[in-house]
């Protein structure tokens, strides 16, 4: 355990115990929420998802987007790193590929914030974002 040589590192632990808490709180009925994963197998962080993730974790929250955001292994679309899934409360997970910092963005505020598909959902074949307009 990490010492406290000021009031400012005890209040850097109290906020990240805090988060822990406040993490555990919201696993107890994540259905109810947006809930991200990030594809963090071999390729997918070869192909920048650690960033993807720090930034829809950083920015989901600034954004005060109630969401889980946790990261699983290869979702089986390598071509296609780095890849999320987006599960909407009620709704069916939608995969995005090739999703960047810029992609990721978008898809917050199209998808999550405003219900609406957004480009390069994977696979190809699954549905067209038409079907969901």
Request: glycine share 6%; proline share 3%.
């Given at each position: 355990?990490?010492?406290?040589?000021?009031?400012a590192d005890l209040r850097k632990m109290k906020e990240e115990l805090q988060t822990k808490?406040?993490?555990?709180?919201?696993?107890?009925?994540?259905?109810?929420?947006?809930?991200v994963k990030v594809g963090m197998g071999t390729s997918g962080i070869a192909s920048g998802?650690?960033?993807?993730?720090?930034?829809?974790?950083?920015?989901?929250?600034?954004?005060?987007?109630?969401?889980?955001?946790?990261?699983?292994?290869?979702?089986?679309?390598?071509y296609a790193e780095p890849t999320i899934e987006v599960t909407m409360p009620g709704s069916?997970?939608?995969?995005?590929?090739?999703?960047?910092?810029?992609?990721?963005?978008?898809?917050?505020?199209?998808?999550?914030?405003?219900?609406?598909?957004?480009?390069?959902?994977?696979?190809?074949?699954?549905?067209?974002?038409?079907?969901?307009?």
């Open positions: 355990m990490a010492k406290v040589k000021s009031l808490v406040h993490l555990r709180e919201k696993a107890d009925n994540p259905e109810s929420l947006v809930q998802a650690k960033e993807v993730f720090n930034y829809l974790v950083d920015e989901l929250e600034k954004r005060n987007i109630e969401a889980i955001v946790t990261q699983t292994g290869d979702m089986g679309y390598s069916e997970p939608v995969v995005y590929g090739y999703v960047d910092v810029k992609k990721a963005d978008e898809i917050i505020e199209n998808h999550i914030k405003h219900g609406k598909w957004v480009d390069g959902i994977i696979p190809a074949n699954y549905r067209t974002i038409e079907d969901n307009k």
